[in-house]
């Protein structure tokens, strides 16, 4: 839809299958390009951290409520394991959409099911061969709003008691607090698209609640973005004016042990 694409991924539209409905002119209504903006920049931005981290000598990948992401079957580091976790059915029903698209698994991908709210995370990268006496970085998207505050401060202990070098970039949506009325109006529909479809959003954060949050858990540096910052590093001199609305819903994260 949108070019140059923000996020370079030739392998998404095979996964989902020629089922996936294509609704062009609704593809370019103003929340729609919003939204996919929001999405395209979020991969990128953590792709962008972990090669960073990757160029510092860190060979794991974690990626927390993978979903559909693509990462490992696009991974240009011949050393970087990739370990997806997710919940087991998610993870299931991701697996049979791969073998429908002919999607091999690739060397270097391990597949860990876990259900973040019964299961540590710690646990389950052990019973998978994670190594945890050497860092790693984590991506977390699209799975923070959905959780309990237990859940998210376990996982956050779990990475923080890494080695140095660690790190972790996730996205996370913004409490009503720091919103304006229209804002308000949209995360509230949001939420009721969410919550109509048996997910509703948990938790929500400020910015300065989260910096308090990635401190006490332990993260010595800490980097949050919102869209005007995401705008200037990733949408800058488009032809086409797609970008993140300003001020968006959601700040994306990063925070190194």
Known sequence: MDRPPVLDDPIAVRLVGPGFARDMERAQHKVARDFRAFMAVRSRFVEDQLAAAVAKGVNQYVILGAG????????????????????????????????????????????VPLDFEHQTLAAGLREAGFDGGKPAFFGWLGVVPYLTLQAFRSTLADIARMPAGSGVGFDYGLSPAVLGPLRRLALQALSDRVASAGEPFKLLFTPDELEQELRQAGFARIEQ?????????????????????????????????
């Open 225 to 257: 973005l919102d869209s005007r910052q995401l705008n200037a590093l990733y949408f800058k001199g488009r032809a086409d004016g797609l970008k993140l609305p300003d001020p968006g819903l959601g700040m994306l994260a990063t925070a190194w042990v």
């Open 68 to 111: 559909l992401d693509t990462f490992a079957w696009r991974n240009p580091f011949s050393r970087l394991r990739v370990f997806e976790v997710d919940f087991p059915a998610t993870q299931e029903w991701k697996r049979g959409m791969l073998e429908q698209a002919g999607l091999a698994s690739p060397a270097g991908l391990t597949f």
